[in-house]
């Protein structure tokens, strides 16, 4: 890593994409970044499973806890259920 950081040449945005979340990229910077992403089923596995972590230890997993977490669970089950079912309540309508 020294000796990228000690060539001026280097582009060290670019090799150091992979490292940056997505809430950091620049929007000029979004499709390299997609592009250097591995979308094999398994980092998709283990994204969903980052993911759960981090939900689980910000709204689930705390010392004082409250409906919070729990509610978004229910409000994003209730979403999808809605949108699965969206074409049976749309031909009922009036």
């Known amino acids: 890593m020294a000796c990228i950081l000690n ?3 280097s582009n060290l945005t670019s090799l150091l994409s992979l490292e940056y979340k997505l809430l950091n990229v620049k929007l000029q910077q979004l499709p390299a970044w997609i592009m250097k992403r591995d979308f094999s089923p398994s980092e ?3 994204a969903f499973h980052r993911g759960h972590d981090a939900y ?3 709204y689930i997993d705390v010392k004082k806890g409250g409906i919070g977490g729990v509610s978004m ?3 994003a089950y209730i979403l999808l259920n809605y949108c699965v079912i969206y074409k049976e ?3 009922e309508r009036r």
């Open 73 to 75: 669970v229910l409000a």
């Open 7 to 9: 060539n001026p040449s």
């Open 56 to 58: 689980f230890d910000k």
């Open 89 to 91: 309540l749309k031909h």
């Open 44 to 46: 998709i596995v283990k």
